[in-house]
C-alpha cells in the first residue's frame, strides 16, 4: 500500500475563501463550520471518508462534514428535487448522466476557475456545458469472476455468452451498467452508438441463454463470493476493493477489447450561506494528492491532469496499457438523451425477448 500522501493544508485549500462573507455566515448554532455531501453508499462511501473528508476536516480545523449515504443517483436526484426549495446537501457526487438532468433541472450551480482554482487541471472530458458540476472519479466497467471457478481471467466481454458458464452468469444491465455496455458491445460489433444500438442488443441478446439473473440481488459482489454465480458485468472500483481483501475468491479484469468509464461527478448545491466552503470542499477533492490516494485506496480513475500513478494501480484500474488505450469515451450528452429508452430496450428485447 502506498504511503500516506501530504495532503493540502488549510492555506492551500481555502486560498482566500476565509475572507468572504459567505464563508464566514456558513457557521453551525454549536459555533462549527458544518458541510453536508451526499454520495454512494459501500465501499466508496468508506473511501471518500477516509481520503477525501477526513483529510478535510484535518485541514480545516473546526470544519464538521457529513456523508449522507445515497444507494444510487436517481435516489439522489429525487431527495434533490425535494429540497428545491430549503437545499440539505451542499456537495452532491453523481453520476454523469444524473448531474446532466440535474443542470437541466436548475438543481446545481455553475463551478468556476476564480472560485476552484484546480478546475484548470481537469480535462475537457471532466467538465462540458452539459452539467454545472465536475468529474471527481471514473470508475470502468469491468467483468468480475470467481477465481474458484475460472482459473484464468476472462480476456473477452463476449466470455458472458460461454456455454459452460449456463446460469453462472449475472447481467444486471438495466441501470447504468447496461447504458454505458450496450455502446462498447456496439463497437465491439461494428457499429456506432451514435447511429444505431441494434448490434449491441444483439450481442446482449446472444449472451441472454447463458445469464443466471438480471437483477443481481443484494449485488453481483456478494453473489460472486458465495459462489452463486462465476462471471458477471460490475464496477472495476468495487471489484478491486473486494478483490484486494478476497484474493483467492472474488477478482476483477477489463476485458481486452477495453471499457467504458462512468464518471462520477461532484456539484454545487449548497445554499449562499454555505456555497464558500463547499467551493473549498470541492478543491481539495480535485487536488493532486487527495485523487492519488483515493486512486490507490479505492481504484477510481483520477481525473487530475498533475496525477501520476504507479504502473501497478493503472493496470489495476484501466487494465494493461494496450487495454487502457482502447477505452471508450461516451458524449455523456448524448447518452443522457437516450438512457431511459436504452433500458427500456434492454427489458423489452433483451431481458424480456
Not at 261 to 282: M, V
Not at 314 to 337: K, N
Request: net charge neutral; aromatic share 8%; hydrophobic share 40%.
Amino acid at each position: 500500500m502506498p504511503t500516506a500522501p501530504h495532503f493540502t493544508t488549510r492555506r492551500k485549500v481555502l486560498g482566500g475563501l476565509a475572507t468572504l462573507p459567505a464563508w464566514r455566515h456558513a457557521r453551525a448554532a454549536d459555533g462549527d463550520l458544518e458541510l453536508s455531501v451526499a454520495g454512494f453508499h459501500g465501499p466508496f462511501q468508506k473511501a471518500f471518508q477516509a481520503i477525501v473528508i477526513n483529510s478535510f476536516e484535518r485541514a480545516m480545523p473546526g470544519v464538521r462534514v457529513t456523508y449522507r449515504p445515497i444507494i444510487n443517483s436517481a435516489q439522489l436526484l429525487a431527495a434533490l428535487r425535494l429540497e428545491r426549495e430549503a437545499p440539505q446537501i451542499d456537495v452532491a457526487i453523481a453520476d454523469v448522466s444524473v448531474a446532466i438532468l440535474a443542470k437541466q433541472e436548475g438543481l446545481t450551480f455553475i463551478l468556476r476557475e476564480e472560485e476552484i482554482p484546480t478546475l484548470r487541471d481537469i480535462p475537457d472530458w471532466g467538465r462540458f456545458d452539459a452539467m454545472n458540476g465536475v468529474a471527481f472519479s471514473r470508475d470502468n466497467l469491468s467483468l468480475i469472476y470467481d477465481s474458484r471457478v475460472l482459473t484464468r481471467p476472462p480476456e473477452s466481454w463476449r466470455e458472458l455468452g460461454r456455454p459452460d458458464l449456463t446460469d453462472q452468469i449475472a447481467m444486471p444491465v438495466e441501470d447504468t451498467r447496461g447504458v454505458v455496455l450496450l455502446p462498447l458491445l456496439t463497437r465491439m460489433a461494428g457499429g456506432d452508438y451514435r447511429q444505431n444500438i441494434e448490434p449491441g442488443l444483439t450481442l446482449m441478446r446472444q449472451f441472454a441463454p447463458y445469464v443466471a439473473t438480471w437483477n443481481a440481488q443484494p449485488d453481483i459482489y456478494t453473489l460472486t463470493l458465495a459462489q452463486t454465480i462465476a462471471l458477471g458485468v460490475g464496477w472495476n472500483g468495487r471489484g478491486q476493493m473486494l478483490a484486494r481483501d478476497n484474493p483467492d475468491t472474488l477478482r476483477a479484469v477489463v476485458p481486452s477489447e477495453g471499457s467504458v468509464a462512468q464518471i462520477n461527478t461532484l456539484n454545487l448545491t449548497a445554499p449562499p450561506q454555505r456555497t464558500r466552503l463547499a467551493q473549498a470542499f470541492i478543491e481539495h477533492a480535485l487536488s493532486p494528492d487527495v485523487q492519488t490516494a483515493f486512486a490507490n485506496v479505492a481504484f477510481y480513475g483520477p481525473v487530475n491532469r498533475q496525477v501520476v500513478l504507479s504502473e501497478e494501480t493503472s493496470e489495476a484500474i484501466f487494465g494493461r496499457p494496450e487495454t487502457a488505450r482502447r477505452e471508450l469515451h461516451l458524449d455523456w450528452g448524448f447518452v443522457s438523451q437516450h438512457y431511459n429508452s436504452w433500458i427500456r430496450r434492454i427489458q423489452r428485447e433483451v431481458i424480456s425477448g
